[in-house]
Protein backbone atom coordinates (compact mmCIF):
# COMPACT_ATOMS: atom_id res chain seq x y z
CA UNK A 1 0.00 0.00 0.00
CA UNK A 2 1.07 3.83 -0.57
CA UNK A 3 0.88 4.50 3.17
CA UNK A 4 1.82 2.75 6.82
CA UNK A 5 -1.21 0.07 7.52
CA UNK A 6 -2.09 -1.03 11.09
CA UNK A 7 -4.82 -3.42 12.31
CA UNK A 8 -7.04 -3.66 13.92
CA UNK A 9 -7.74 0.01 14.35
CA UNK A 10 -10.01 -0.85 17.34
CA UNK A 11 -8.95 -3.96 19.99
CA UNK A 12 -11.42 -4.43 23.01
CA UNK A 13 -10.18 -6.91 25.20
CA UNK A 14 -10.54 -8.44 28.67
CA UNK A 15 -7.70 -7.95 31.10
CA UNK A 16 -5.54 -10.54 31.08
CA UNK A 17 -6.29 -11.74 28.21
CA UNK A 18 -3.34 -11.27 24.81
CA UNK A 19 -3.17 -8.71 22.23
CA UNK A 20 -1.28 -8.58 19.00
CA UNK A 21 -1.01 -5.37 17.13
CA UNK A 22 0.19 -5.26 13.60
CA UNK A 23 1.79 -3.11 11.60
CA UNK A 24 2.54 -2.70 7.65
CA UNK A 25 5.19 -0.56 7.05
CA UNK A 26 5.80 1.54 3.55
CA UNK A 27 7.82 -0.45 1.40
CA UNK A 28 11.42 -0.07 1.58
CA UNK A 29 11.42 1.83 4.63
CA UNK A 30 13.93 0.32 7.21
CA UNK A 31 13.28 2.23 10.37
CA UNK A 32 10.38 1.33 12.00
CA UNK A 33 9.13 2.55 15.30
CA UNK A 34 6.12 1.61 17.93
CA UNK A 35 4.45 4.57 19.96
CA UNK A 36 2.35 4.27 22.28
CA UNK A 37 -0.57 8.09 22.86
CA UNK A 38 -2.77 8.17 25.85
CA UNK A 39 -6.04 10.67 25.20
CA UNK A 40 -4.31 13.83 24.35
CA UNK A 41 -1.10 13.21 25.11
CA UNK A 42 2.63 13.11 23.71
CA UNK A 43 4.32 10.12 22.30
CA UNK A 44 5.72 7.75 24.16
CA UNK A 45 8.58 5.45 22.73
CA UNK A 46 8.45 1.59 23.00
CA UNK A 47 10.85 0.11 20.58
CA UNK A 48 12.58 0.86 17.41
CA UNK A 49 14.03 -1.26 14.53
CA UNK A 50 16.23 -0.15 11.84
CA UNK A 51 17.18 -2.76 9.26
CA UNK A 52 18.95 -5.90 10.59
CA UNK A 53 20.24 -4.12 13.55
CA UNK A 54 18.87 -5.51 17.23
CA UNK A 55 15.87 -3.29 17.94
CA UNK A 56 15.90 -0.78 20.93
CA UNK A 57 13.64 -1.81 23.18
CA UNK A 58 14.39 0.71 25.96
CA UNK A 59 10.54 1.72 25.74
CA UNK A 60 8.70 -1.15 26.36
CA UNK A 61 7.45 -0.16 29.87
CA UNK A 62 7.18 -4.50 30.95
CA UNK A 63 8.34 -7.88 30.08
CA UNK A 64 4.83 -8.27 29.37
CA UNK A 65 5.30 -6.38 25.37
CA UNK A 66 7.63 -7.73 22.76
CA UNK A 67 8.02 -6.99 19.39
CA UNK A 68 9.31 -8.30 16.37
CA UNK A 69 10.01 -7.72 12.98
CA UNK A 70 9.74 -10.32 9.78
CA UNK A 71 11.91 -9.73 7.04
CA UNK A 72 12.54 -6.07 7.49
CA UNK A 73 8.82 -5.42 6.65
CA UNK A 74 5.22 -6.51 8.99
CA UNK A 75 6.31 -5.79 12.39
CA UNK A 76 4.06 -7.30 15.68
CA UNK A 77 3.90 -5.78 19.23
CA UNK A 78 2.35 -8.51 21.09
CA UNK A 79 1.14 -7.36 24.58
CA UNK A 80 0.67 -10.28 27.22
CA UNK A 81 -1.95 -10.63 30.18
CA UNK A 82 -3.20 -6.96 29.47
CA UNK A 83 -4.01 -4.55 32.16
CA UNK A 84 -6.37 -1.65 31.96
CA UNK A 85 -3.26 0.81 32.36
CA UNK A 86 -2.37 -0.45 28.67
CA UNK A 87 -5.25 0.92 27.46
CA UNK A 88 -3.89 3.60 24.40
CA UNK A 89 -3.76 4.40 21.05
CA UNK A 90 -0.80 2.31 19.51
CA UNK A 91 0.82 4.26 16.63
CA UNK A 92 3.23 2.61 13.98
CA UNK A 93 5.69 4.79 12.39
CA UNK A 94 8.39 4.13 9.01
CA UNK A 95 10.88 6.21 7.52
CA UNK A 96 13.12 5.84 4.44
CA UNK A 97 16.48 5.45 5.87
CA UNK A 98 16.68 6.47 9.65
CA UNK A 99 15.59 9.24 12.03
CA UNK A 100 16.25 12.96 10.40
CA UNK A 101 13.53 11.75 7.75
CA UNK A 102 10.38 12.15 7.90
CA UNK A 103 8.49 9.58 9.60
CA UNK A 104 4.82 8.45 8.37
CA UNK A 105 1.95 7.39 10.79
CA UNK A 106 -0.47 4.45 10.73
CA UNK A 107 -3.93 5.35 12.40
CA UNK A 108 -2.93 3.57 15.03
CA UNK A 109 -4.89 1.14 17.16
CA UNK A 110 -6.92 1.58 19.90
CA UNK A 111 -6.54 -0.39 22.49
CA UNK A 112 -9.34 -0.89 25.36
CA UNK A 113 -8.49 -3.16 27.89
CA UNK A 114 -11.93 -3.94 30.17
CA UNK B 1 13.24 11.71 31.44
CA UNK B 2 11.94 13.81 28.20
CA UNK B 3 14.60 14.35 25.95
CA UNK B 4 12.37 17.52 24.12
CA UNK B 5 9.88 19.10 26.61
CA UNK B 6 7.52 21.04 24.86
CA UNK B 7 5.19 24.34 26.19
CA UNK B 8 2.54 25.16 26.56
CA UNK B 9 1.03 21.55 27.12
CA UNK B 10 -2.12 23.01 26.27
CA UNK B 11 -3.59 26.11 24.41
CA UNK B 12 -6.94 27.54 24.27
CA UNK B 13 -6.86 30.74 22.48
CA UNK B 14 -9.97 32.36 19.86
CA UNK B 15 -9.89 32.56 16.42
CA UNK B 16 -7.45 35.96 15.00
CA UNK B 17 -4.80 35.44 17.60
CA UNK B 18 -1.31 34.56 17.77
CA UNK B 19 0.37 31.71 19.51
CA UNK B 20 3.98 30.35 20.29
CA UNK B 21 4.79 27.02 20.86
CA UNK B 22 8.06 25.95 22.67
CA UNK B 23 10.33 22.83 22.28
CA UNK B 24 13.32 22.90 24.49
CA UNK B 25 16.21 20.40 24.93
CA UNK B 26 19.51 19.86 26.95
CA UNK B 27 20.91 17.80 23.60
CA UNK B 28 22.07 18.95 20.20
CA UNK B 29 19.91 17.87 17.48
CA UNK B 30 20.87 17.45 13.50
CA UNK B 31 17.52 18.84 12.72
CA UNK B 32 14.51 19.20 14.57
CA UNK B 33 11.12 18.12 12.98
CA UNK B 34 7.22 19.46 13.49
CA UNK B 35 4.21 17.68 13.35
CA UNK B 36 0.73 17.99 13.57
CA UNK B 37 -1.62 15.31 14.59
CA UNK B 38 -5.59 15.67 14.25
CA UNK B 39 -8.04 13.17 16.39
CA UNK B 40 -8.11 9.39 15.14
CA UNK B 41 -5.12 10.14 12.52
CA UNK B 42 -1.43 9.75 13.27
CA UNK B 43 0.93 12.62 13.06
CA UNK B 44 1.67 14.34 10.19
CA UNK B 45 5.21 16.01 8.82
CA UNK B 46 4.73 19.99 8.75
CA UNK B 47 8.20 21.17 8.35
CA UNK B 48 12.10 20.07 9.08
CA UNK B 49 14.63 22.76 9.88
CA UNK B 50 18.28 21.93 9.56
CA UNK B 51 20.36 24.58 9.96
CA UNK B 52 21.08 26.43 13.22
CA UNK B 53 19.09 29.95 12.97
CA UNK B 54 16.93 28.41 10.10
CA UNK B 55 13.58 30.15 9.69
CA UNK B 56 11.01 28.35 7.84
CA UNK B 57 7.48 29.56 6.83
CA UNK B 58 4.49 27.70 5.99
CA UNK B 59 1.64 30.33 4.89
CA UNK B 60 0.88 31.16 9.00
CA UNK B 61 2.84 29.20 10.70
CA UNK B 62 6.82 30.46 11.15
CA UNK B 63 9.62 27.69 12.37
CA UNK B 64 12.57 28.68 13.79
CA UNK B 65 15.93 26.39 14.68
CA UNK B 66 17.99 27.54 17.81
CA UNK B 67 21.33 28.90 16.83
CA UNK B 68 22.49 26.16 19.06
CA UNK B 69 20.46 23.44 17.38
CA UNK B 70 18.77 22.96 20.95
CA UNK B 71 15.54 24.13 20.58
CA UNK B 72 12.63 25.04 17.88
CA UNK B 73 9.36 27.23 17.93
CA UNK B 74 6.48 27.39 16.10
CA UNK B 75 4.46 30.50 15.83
CA UNK B 76 1.17 30.50 14.64
CA UNK B 77 -0.43 33.95 13.08
CA UNK B 78 -3.96 34.60 13.27
CA UNK B 79 -4.91 31.33 14.17
CA UNK B 80 -8.10 29.21 12.79
CA UNK B 81 -9.94 26.48 14.28
CA UNK B 82 -8.34 24.36 11.23
CA UNK B 83 -5.29 25.06 12.92
CA UNK B 84 -7.04 22.91 16.06
CA UNK B 85 -4.76 19.38 17.14
CA UNK B 86 -1.60 18.37 18.72
CA UNK B 87 1.65 19.81 17.50
CA UNK B 88 4.61 17.87 18.29
CA UNK B 89 8.33 18.61 18.13
CA UNK B 90 10.49 15.74 16.71
CA UNK B 91 14.30 14.59 15.97
CA UNK B 92 17.12 12.56 16.24
CA UNK B 93 20.10 14.04 19.02
CA UNK B 94 23.62 14.06 17.86
CA UNK B 95 25.86 11.14 18.82
CA UNK B 96 23.02 8.80 19.99
CA UNK B 97 22.55 6.66 17.04
CA UNK B 98 19.06 7.28 15.34
CA UNK B 99 16.01 6.80 17.20
CA UNK B 100 13.68 9.50 16.60
CA UNK B 101 12.43 11.08 19.97
CA UNK B 102 9.05 13.23 20.30
CA UNK B 103 8.50 15.69 21.82
CA UNK B 104 5.54 15.58 24.99
CA UNK B 105 3.07 17.90 22.57
CA UNK B 106 1.49 21.30 22.45
CA UNK B 107 -2.21 20.41 22.55
CA UNK B 108 -3.99 23.39 20.54
CA UNK B 109 -7.46 24.39 20.37
CA UNK B 110 -8.51 27.37 18.26
CA UNK B 111 -11.93 28.79 19.30
CA UNK B 112 -14.09 30.20 16.52
Known amino acids: GAGVSQSPSNKVTEKGKDVELRCDPISGHTALYWYRQSLGQGLEFLIYFQGNSAPDKSGLPSDRFSAERTGGSVSTLTIQRTQQEDSAVYLC????????????FGQGTRLTVV | TQLLEQSPQFLSIQEGENLTVYCNSSSVFSSLQWYRQEPGEGPVLLVTVVTGGEVKKLKRLTFQFGDARKDSSLHITAAQPGDTGLYLC????????????FGTGTSLTVIP
Open chain 1, 93 to 104: ASSQIAGGTEAF
Open chain 2, 90 to 101: AGVPLNTGNQFY
